[in-house]
């Protein structure tokens, strides 16, 4: 016999379109680690697209995240973020707001700058 069962929306929040992208010349390893991976760096690893320019497109659902680069090892906060808030370990977490059409989290170090931050 067949049921027919109606359709129940997902209770799941929409999720949104985001991109992380980092720009270091010098860097051979990028992730990003945050409140919506359980901070676990291994989970997001940046996409290297030449030139020291680094990229993840991934799809969060709306609201606030805290966040930070892994750059070869060395977390630090994203230097181009508009908000960061302070974080237990004496450091600055970089704020993501996901909310509207599509969300970016943009870092861009000169070659000059060297990566020295090693606090989570």
């Not at 070869?72 to 370990?89: C, I, T």
């Amino acid at each position: 016999m067949k049921h027919n069962t109606p359709h129940i929306p997902s209770i799941e929040p929409h999720l949104m379109p985001v991109r992380f992208e980092f720009t270091d010349p010098k860097a051979t390893a990028v992730f990003v680690a945050g409140t919506f991976n359980q901070w676990t760096p291994e989970a997001k690893a940046l996409h290297a697209a030449g030139g020291g320019r680094w990229f993840k497109d991934t799809a969060l659902p709306p609201g606030t995240y805290e966040y930070r680069l892994i750059v070869d090892g060395h977390w630090m906060a994203d230097p181009l973020a508009k908000e960061s808030v302070a974080n237990p370990f004496g450091g600055r977490n970089s704020v993501l707001k996901v909310g509207g059409p599509i969300a970016t989290a943009t870092a861009i170090i000169p070659e000059n700058k060297t990566v020295k931050s090693k606090q989570k």
